[in-house]
């Protein structure tokens, strides 16, 4: 696993539990809720375009 996916993976990792702990909140600001979603969706594009990205041996 190349070190970019690793990163991109732990980002994701880190939105999934900012967003979870966002919507626990009492009066959860819809705004920032979307916001993590919409970050969390990117990173995992980028992800999925990594992923399938045919790898150059070397």
């Known amino acids: 696993m190349s070190d970019r996916v690793f990163r991109l993976m732990e980002r994701h990792q880190k939105l999934d539990e ?10 959860a600001d819809p705004f920032v809720i ?7 969706l990117a990173i995992k594009d980028r992800l999925a375009r990594l992923l399938r990205r045919p790898r150059m041996s070397g």
């Open 18 to 27: 900012a967003l979870r702990l966002a919507q626990r909140r009492r009066l």
């Open 34 to 40: 979307v916001r993590l979603k919409k970050l969390k």
